[in-house]
């Protein structure tokens, strides 16, 4: 792949997601990304930053995919259905962030991050990138299995920019009306988010945690099987926080391990997870890896701990549609950009 120039579209790309993921392309060291913005019309003809360089975001057509090689769908879920198979029949391959595709045939979800799950094969026609929070879980879960991990039990704490740019800016206005003693704003989470930690947002929330609870564990039993998929127990709450994943694990062995030996088993990898002293929300912005601390739980004596686990939710999922991304340009003939 070293030297290879890839022509990518990126369609969703004034969102969150979508400004990451150019950013995360544009600065690719072992790939040269030749890349295309795309979005809805109200988002057209706007100048957005890629890492060092300034791209114009175009409105999103049937005609966007002549000559593309990937095509990164992170805007809106109905964008994803409305233009995939398009994108698919011009001769890209598909990489969706959305999870729209999720369940159909000979789509896969995917994480090369962790060992184990379906790979990208002739057949495939698209992939989904895995959910940050399962990545996180199934990674943790598979390094500890070797050490006789029999339960992990996971409180996760999602952040606003989970639910993209609508999602943060509903928790800032609900911060600002809470302060100045105005009627809340409730179009995305149906609830008060802003200093307020719940496990259910209301009825007509945009995306309810239990949905999103559910993506989860389907996308931990993919990738990390059936074995690694029965240890974990879930419980995801919304939690006043703008931005990165924290979460809090119980983990229980079959035997006595010391911290040291699951500091150990949990460091480096493909994916890196790095121990740190206190990792947050706050010290993670900005990176890829996943960070913990490990401290014993002083509970059936040397046989359980906590596990604390901090990480860029966007940049971990992108971090991941990328390396899916070049999964599919591998099974591609390779050709040159003129």
């Given at each position: ?15 969150l997601l979508g400004k990451e993921l150019a950013d995360e392309l544009n600065q690719a060291k072992t790939v040269t990304w030749d890349l295309t913005l795309f979005d809805s019309t109200e988002a057209g003809g706007q ?80 992939v989904v990138s895995a959910h940050a929070a399962a990545i996180i879980l199934a990674a943790v879960n598979t390094r500890l299995l070797s050490l006789g991990l029999s339960r992990m039990a996971a409180t996760v704490l999602q952040p606003a920019s989970e639910l993209g740019s609508a999602g943060v800016e509903e928790m800032h206005q609900q911060t600002v009306g809470l302060l100045s ?158």
């Open positions: 792949m070293a030297g290879r120039k890839v022509r990518a579209a990126v369609i969703g790309a004034s969102t100048i957005t930053a890629a890492g060092d360089e300034a791209l114009v975001i175009q409105q999103v057509s049937a005609e966007a995919f002549a000559n593309i090689d990937v095509a990164f769908f992170a805007g809106e879920p109905a964008t994803t259905l409305e233009f995939w198979q398009i994108a698919q029949t011009a001769g890209a391959s598909i990489v969706d962030l959305t999870g729209a595709l999720e369940g159909k045939p000979h789509v896969i979800v995917r994480t090369p991050f962790v060992a184990g799950g379906p790979a990208p094969d002739l057949s495939t026609v698209a003693f105005k009627p809340l704003t409730k179009d995305v989470y149906d609830a008060q988010v802003a200093f307020n930690v719940v496990a259910a947002v209301g009825d007509t929330a945009k995306v309810g945690l239990e949905t999103v609870r559910q993506k989860i564990v389907g996308d931990i039993k993919v990738i990390a099987g059936d074995v690694g998929f029965e240890t974990i127990a879930l419980q995801l709450l919304q939690v006043p926080v703008f931005h990165g994943y924290t979460a809090s694990l119980f983990l229980e062995f079959e035997t006595s391990v010391t911290a040291e030996a699951v500091s150990a088993s949990l460091r480096g990898g493909v994916l890196p997870l790095v121990e740190e002293r206190v990792p947050s929300n706050e010290t993670v912005a900005g990176r890829g890896e996943i960070f913990f601390r490990v401290t014993a739980a002083n509970f059936r004596g040397g046989s359980a701990f906590w596990l604390w686990i901090a990480a860029d939710n966007l940049r971990l999922a992108v971090g991941n549609a990328v390396a899916c991304a070049i999964e599919l340009v591998e099974l591609r003939p390779t050709k040159s950009v003129n």
